[in-house]
């Protein structure tokens, strides 16, 4: 997806070799047009998959899971990582570690929102480890719900979460794949199939 491969381009900061900054428009600040577009090409690539309920995890996730959503005409629920006082039984409850906040959250989504027989689409800002969409699958496969694919905004893919996302079956849709982004340098995977055929 060009337009959001142009923002992560001029917008975004390097932070290492491993963490890219995209506060600008994604996971602070929201480039709302950009999001509505994301949230188009989610819909255009899951359309004929019968999708009952779009999945993310609170916060980063909301803005381009709620596009989606309202593109696919289906409600969109996040799980949340803080406790809530309203929200305390009849809970999926998954933990999940991030690597980036070296951290372990346990998340939660009410047993009222996801049923049998639901067609879940997982959408989240970025993939790495993988370690959110398991523990998103894992809320999906408690309730007796089937996931129907993975939506990401921005994938790492020189990080090992797609390999085991693959490996264990489920359908992987990235919106931009990063290859490297080592010295400050941002690649992407198509770049470099194009620039080798």
Do not use: C, W
Not at 95 to 106: G, I, P
Not at 135 to 162: C, D, N, P, T, Y
């Amino acid at each position: 997806m060009q337009e959001l491969k142009n923002a992560i381009r001029e917008r975004g900061k390097v932070l290492s070799n491993d963490v890219l900054k995209v506060d600008t428009f994604l996971n602070h600040q929201i480039d709302t047009e950009l999001m509505a577009l994301v949230g188009k090409e989610f819909a255009a690539r899951f359309k004929n998959d019968g999708i009952t309920k779009v999945l993310t995890i609170e916060s980063s996730g909301i803005a381009p899971s709620f596009m989606a959503a309202t593109e696919l005409q289906a409600p969109l629920i996040f799980a949340r990582k803080k406790k809530s006082l309203t929200l305390t039984d009849n809970l999926l409850v998954s933990t999940v570690y991030s690597f980036t906040k070296q951290e372990s959250n346990d998340i939660s989504v009410s047993k009222d929102f996801i049923q049998k027989g639901d067609r879940v689409l997982i959408i989240d800002d970025f993939l790495a480890n993988g370690q959110a969409a398991f523990g998103l699958i894992e809320i999906v496969e408690q309730a007796g719900a089937s996931v129907a694919g993975i939506g990401i905004v921005i994938e790492k893919s020189f990080q090992e979460g797609r390999k085991k996302l693959d490996d264990a079956g489920y359908r992987v849709e990235s919106l931009a794949r990063l290859h490297t982004l080592n010295e400050g340098k941002i690649t992407f995977v198509d770049e470099l199939v194009s620039s080798h055929s």
